[in-house]
Structure formats: structure tokens, C-alpha cells
């Protein structure tokens, strides 16, 4: 089992930055990838973006491209987004996912272990 922990949501005005943390325990050897997925009210919830464990390659969704930033320390066993120029559509609950074997990251089926989520607001 993997249990993940996402943090750093809030409150934030339109054009602003937040970065979300999400840590990682338990068989850590078994992830292999990372993702990042949000889901705002009355929609269904989307991939925001991905990174390899081990190999760090990372995928973003075409909404987020140039804005955010995802990356990891393994030593922590952290995955971090840096969301940057921030926009009234990027509201939503942001959940972080660990998937255990290769396949395509943008799809929700497959990940494994979900956090929580942490609420990210923008204001406009």
C-alpha cells in the first residue's frame, strides 16, 4: 500500500502562484509514476500532470503547459506542483495519484492510490 498526503492548497488571486505538496509513504518501491488530477464542481475530474519516479520524465495536460511546474525529491519522497499564473478555471480539488506500473499518465484508470486532494481557490 501506498498512502499519499496532498498540502499548500488556498485561497489566491487571479495571475498568482501556489505550490501543492504531495507525500508519499509506505511501499514507495512499488510506485512508478506520479500524477497530479483536479476535479472542479459538476465536472468530471482531469489530469493536470505527471512525473516518472524513477526516470523523472514528466507530462502535462495542454491547460497547464508553461504554467505549472511538477517535480519530486526522492529523498523526501515528495512530489511538488508549482502552479504559477494562476486562473479563476484552474479552481478545483487537486488530488495527487501514484500509479504501479507504466501505461498512460493522463488516464485516471490507471492509478492506483489517491490522496485526499487539498481545495485550490482563484479569484478573479
Known amino acids: 500500500q501506498v498512502q499519499l498526503v496532498e498540502s499548500g492548497g488556498g485561497l489566491v488571486q487571479a495571475g498568482g502562484s501556489l505550490r501543492l505538496s504531495c507525500a508519499a509513504s509506505g511501499r514507495i518501491s512499488s510506485v512508478y509514476r506520479v500524477g497530479w488530477f483536479r476535479q472542479a464542481p459538476g465536472k468530471e475530474r482531469e489530469f493536470v500532470a505527471a512525473?516518472?519516479?524513477?526516470?523523472?520524465?514528466?507530462y502535462y495536460a495542454d491547460s497547464v503547459k508553461g504554467r505549472f511546474t511538477i517535480s519530486k525529491t526522492n529523498a523526501k519522497n515528495t512530489v511538488y506542483l508549482q502552479m504559477n499564473s494562476l486562473k479563476p478555471e484552474d479552481t478545483a480539488i487537486y488530488h495527487c495519484a501514484a500509479a504501479k506500473s507504466a501505461g498512460y499518465a493522463y488516464r485516471i484508470e490507471e492509478y492506483d492510490y489517491w490522496g485526499q486532494g487539498t481545495q485550490v481557490t482563484v479569484s478573479s
Open positions: 512525473i516518472s519516479w524513477n526516470g523523472g520524465a514528466t
